[in-house]
């Protein structure tokens, strides 16, 4: 599927509609549901046998991303319409080619892949599993209305019962791979160890519920991207990882130079209030003692503005007291904000553009919670520049557009934390200090 204005951008959509050629009814959620394959592959997760269905997608939206502290993912999703004149997609059609031993291969829970490829690189964009089917039954040739959601789901399927607590005083990486090895996730994952350790846990709940228990706990983010993998990133990975301490996109809309993101049109979201101010942070884990952390001159010049976290797993108040402080040091100050950027990139790109540019925004995997600088020249002729970081990313496409809105958190503290090194890091020490 190529889009007009990127003719060397191909799209491709692919769905799995057999589990195994030889039972189209075998159960999804069978041996090795999470599954591993190698991308690019025929074979991905449960054995899914995949078949390119590109040429009638009609329209495409795919959507994933973070609340606004960036803490809290939501599950990635798909949208799309296919062209069913012919009646292949229809469930009830015999003469259908996913038809076989008497039944359609055609079912909620099939999995499906979207990818993104420039002069034979590929970028995965979105994996998951479909979660509905929905046909038209138009006399005059009919589409058929596809939804999926992203491997998280899965974990948020998944639900543990309770076990005599374990894992006291385990890292947070060692945590998150506790809680995917009980979820019997064999796909790919990337943890970080973590800074902080972890209270037992008796591996109650649904996966995302005690993936996210734990990276509470840590003051971290865990997600799972656009290839399928399950990250669990630490509390220190924005100042540390490379995509998130340097900017891997320059978005303006007058600057055309090569490795910028040049964008023609397009809206821009904007906000300065207090909804983000904090000044009295109290937190508190299961166990502990409370800890609070405050900022005197934000308090004098607006008021008090508390924000209250109760029942962390956290192993330490020493742990608690640095997740208050950054609070305190991510929230004590209003900010005007660039909050979403809604354009659509390069309609006509140079091929320097395509290449600098198209990948950073096409690869989903290394889009989120990463660096990006955003200057806009305003019709008054002054600079909006801001340091962001990429919190969300949605794609519209359709033969003729392509859309993109990306959601973005404000990285200027963090940006302070680097600027001001020697100050504000631990000397001799792996991390950082808040």
């Known amino acids: 599927m190529s889009v007009t204005g990127w003719s060397d951008v191909t799209l491709t959509v692919e769905v799995g509609f057999s589990a195994n050629p030889a039972d189209p009814l075998a159960p999804v959620f069978g041996t090795g549901i999470w599954g591993v394959g190698v991308w690019g592959t025929d074979v991905w997760a449960n054995g899914a046998i995949y078949t390119d269905v590109t040429e009638y997608v009609l329209g495409l939206d795919m959507a994933a991303s973070f609340s606004y502290e960036m803490d809290k993912y939501q599950t990635g999703r798909l949208s799309m319409t296919l062209d069913n004149k012919d009646g292949q997609f229809s469930v009830d059609n015999s003469a259908s080619p996913y038809w076989l031993l008497g039944e359609t291969t055609i079912a909620p829970l099939r999995e499906i892949r979207v990818t993104a490829s420039y002069k034979g690189i590929s970028w995965p964009e979105f994996a998951g599993r479909i979660d509905s089917w929905n046909e038209s039954l138009e006399m005059t040739g009919g589409t058929v209305e596809v939804t999926a959601l992203d491997y998280y789901a899965d974990l948020a399927a998944w639900t543990g019962l309770a076990i005599t607590p374990v894992g006291a005083s385990e890292s947070f990486g060692a945590r998150c791979n506790r809680i995917l090895d009980a979820a019997d996730w064999t796909g790919a994952r990337a943890v970080d160890v973590g800074e902080t350790t972890q209270q037992a846990t008796d591996l109650a709940g649904s996966g995302v519920s005690l993936l996210e228990t734990a990276a509470a706990a840590e003051g971290g983010a865990v997600w799972v ?13 924005l100042l540390e990882k490379t995509r998130s ?20 049109s397009g809206s821009i979201g904007t906000a300065y209030d207090a909804t ?73 790109p140079t091929e320097e553009q395509v290449d600098n540019a198209w990948m950073e925004i096409s690869d989903q995997a290394s889009t989120l919670r990463s660096l990006v600088y955003f200057s806009h020249l305003t019709p008054q002729g002054f600079n909006v520049d801001r340091y962001l970081f990429i919190r969300g990313r949605r794609v519209r496409i359709t033969p003729t557009d392509w859309t993109v809105t990306l959601d973005f958190t404000s990285a200027t503290v963090y940006q302070k934390l680097q600027d001001s090194l020697w100050n504000t890091a631990v000397w001799g020490s792996s991390g950082w200090s808040w």
């Open 225 to 237: 991207d656009g290839a399928g993998v399950v990250r669990c990133e630490g509390r220190n990975s």
């Open 245 to 264: 301490r340097v900017p891997q996109m320059i978005f303006s809309n007058v600057d055309t130079s090569a490795n910028n993101v040049l964008y023609e």
């Open 276 to 348: 983000t101010v904090i000044n009295i942070a109290s937190y508190e884990r299961t166990g502990g003692t409370v800890q609070t952390s405050t900022s005197q001159t934000s308090r004098d010049l607006y008021g008090d503005r508390v924000d209250s976290v109760s029942g962390l797993d956290t192993a330490t108040d020493t742990d608690v007291k640095v997740l208050a402080t950054k609070a305190i040091a991510l929230g004590q100050f209003p900010e005007r904000r660039v909050e979403s950027l809604t354009f659509q990139p390069m309609r006509q």
